[in-house]
């Protein structure tokens, strides 16, 4: 591990935490949108860990995680390795409270991050890459579903083999809801954030808290808690993994069934919670036109489960309001494999 970790504008030395920005982009008055960033350096070697929230910009929960752990958890000097906090990985979306950038409606992990010259939200998360994702050795990217009745849940993908064994490593860890899917990289691959770091045998884990438009708990707690049982797993600091508490987890292997989206459009309610069973043909929500009658009842498709209620689009993103329209995004559906 080098004596001086550099993260853009951001030199941290043996024992040390500094703050600063990653230079990100520049708007039409020559003002500077940059990515605050935060790194602690530790006395002795071990790995480095990124920390990064609000890819999406209405997604804070991450914020106050990483707050805690760096500025109130974490002692640099009994640091093994490195950390690098991002709070918020795209700045674009945070700044105007929206989803996606606002330039051009794109999305920092789902664009190229390989051109210095692309696009402006390319041109973000080459920043991202460059300067923090590919310095990385382990990566924890915060995000958070809208609703407080979401369930709290993590997605590793088990398809690449250099990164598997870290990536349950890390799950088990962290210690919440975990869906696995199995998709190897391949040549063709966009060269997003995610498939950059895979390529590279960088293992990223997705934690997504609930109730995102908030700082409150069980997600602060829950993500502090997950995130120091990573570090004591990967031994970057002393003391035992502690078991999550005070929320709902589905045990075991779970895998992504797909979105129930609706047919009709109207308001919907809810008849299922996230994390509760649910048997294949149960109703789980029906839309309702605004005179009240009942337009669709919409069942659960598999035995299985829900993580949480989208409810409805607009400029590409869910969950401002809990109506629908035809073909909108409902529920996310998980199926319980295992274990
Ligand atoms: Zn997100």
């Not at 109730?211 to 829950?222: A, H, M, N, Q, Y």
């Not at 502090?224 to 999550?244: S, T, W, Y």
């Amino acid at each position: 591990m080098p004596e001086v970790i550099e993260v853009g504008g951001v030199k941290a030395g043996r024992g040390e935490l500094k703050k600063g920005v990653i230079k990100g982009v520049e708007l039409v008055n020559t003002v500077s949108i940059d990515i605050p960033v935060m790194v602690m350096n530790g006395l002795e070697d071990g790995p480095t860990l990124l920390l990064m929230s609000t890819q999406h910009g209405i997604e804070i929960q991450g914020i106050e995680v990483i707050r805690r752990v760096m500025r109130e958890r974490l002692n640099s000097r009994e640091l093994r390795g490195a950390v690098i906090g991002i709070p918020v990985g795209n700045p674009l979306a945070f700044m105007h409270h929206q989803y996606l950038s606002w330039i051009d409606n794109l999305d920092v992990g789902g664009v190229r991050a390989d051109n210095p010259n692309g696009n402006t939200t390319e041109r973000l998360a080459y920043a991202l890459w460059k300067e923090a994702w590919s310095k990385s050795d382990l990566i924890v990217n915060i995000h958070c579903n809208t609703r407080p009745d979401s369930l709290i849940y993590q997605w590793i993908n088990i398809g690449n083999p250099e990164t598997k064994d870290k990536l349950v490593r890390m799950a088990e860890a962290f210690g919440v809801t975990t869906i696995y899917s199995d998709e190897p990289v391949r040549e063709d691959s966009p060269p997003t954030l995610g498939n950059l770091a895979a390529r590279k045998g960088i293992p990223v884990i997705l934690e997504e808290l609930i109730d995102g438009r908030w700082i409150s708990e069980p997600s602060t707690s829950v993500g502090v808690r997950g995130v120091l049982n990573i570090m004591r797993a990967f031994n970057m600091i002393d003391g035992k993994v502690e078991p999550q508490e005070g929320i709902t987890i589905v045990p075991g292997v779970n895998r992504f069934y797909g979105m129930i989206r609706a047919s009709r459009g109207g308001l919907i309610r809810f008849f299922k919670k996230p994390g509760e069973f649910i048997r294949k043909g149960e109703a789980l929500a029906e839309v309702y036109d605004l005179y009240g009658d009942v337009l669709e009842v919409i069942e659960m498709p598999v035995d299985g489960y829900t993580w949480a209620y989208p409810c409805g689009q607009s400029l590409g993103t869910s969950g401002s309001l809990q109506a629908v329209q035809s073909g909108a995004p409902v529920a996310y559906a998980f199926t319980h494999e295992g274990g």
